[in-house]
Nanobody
């Protein structure tokens, strides 16, 4: 059974940085696409960053130049580095794995492409 566990959330002042990490287990880690999403209560889940099996990435316009997604196939983890944080980045952040168990080419930040989700980690940015 695939499992994803996030860590690294917290509260930080605007302009600060955080690093989120997602530990994966139960599937061939080097194959699927992986991504980070965020959600504010009462709003739809928003794709933040995605990475495919060869390391190509895709970002939401709102985070380009500030956030960086990466994956470590040996450790079976993938991270999201959040720099220059803004109050509007405050949300619950979720890591996710793509539906297909085959090699996934072409990063995506569309929620319908993913079917395994972590439990979430809260990021709060105060001004």
């Amino acid at each position: 059974q695939a499992q994803l566990v996030e860590s690294g959330g917290g509260a930080v002042q605007a302009g600060g940085s955080l690093r989120l990490s997602c530990a994966a287990s139960g599937f061939s880690f080097d194959r699927p696409c992986l991504a980070w999403f965020r959600q504010v209560q009462g709003k739809e889940r928003e794709g933040v960053a995605g990475i495919d099996c060869i390391g190509e990435t895709k970002y939401a316009d709102s985070v380009k130049g500030r956030f960086t997604i990466s994956r470590n196939n040996l450790e079976e983890t993938f991270d999201l580095q959040l720099n220059n944080l803004k109050p509007e980045d405050t949300a619950m952040y979720y890591c996710a794995r793509s539906r297909s168990v085959e090699y996934c080419y072409g990063a995506s930040v569309q929620p319908e492409s993913y079917n395994y989700w972590g439990q979430g980690t809260q990021v709060t940015v105060f001004s």
